[in-house]
């Protein structure tokens, strides 16, 4: 049972790595369009005669919890704080 218990954590911390990578990922491509339609709007846009596209406001995206480590516990061991 304790080998079990103990898979269960390191795969769990496998997992919120992961999804803290997609994460990282995500705001990223967020970041690049944002910059992208900064720049059509700024500049093709003008020198086409056309008009800019309209405003669109990215969606407010919260925190990803980090993983922690809890000084009372084994360092294998980590917490999600939220």
Do not use: G
């Not at 997992?15 to 720049?39: D, G, K, S, V």
């Not at 846009?45 to 516990?73: A, K, T």
């Amino acid at each position: 049972m304790e080998k079990e218990v103990s898979k269960i954590i390191r795969e769990t911390t496998k997992i919120l790595e992961a999804l803290m990578q997609q994460n990282n990922l995500i705001m990223h491509i967020m970041l690049e369009f944002q910059l992208y339609r900064e720049w059509l709007s700024d500049q093709v846009c003008p020198r086409l005669h056309v008009p800019p596209p309209s405003f669109n406001p990215p969606p407010h995206i919260p925190e990803f919890p980090q993983l922690e480590n809890d000084p009372s516990s084994d360092a294998s061991n980590p917490i999600v704080s939220i």
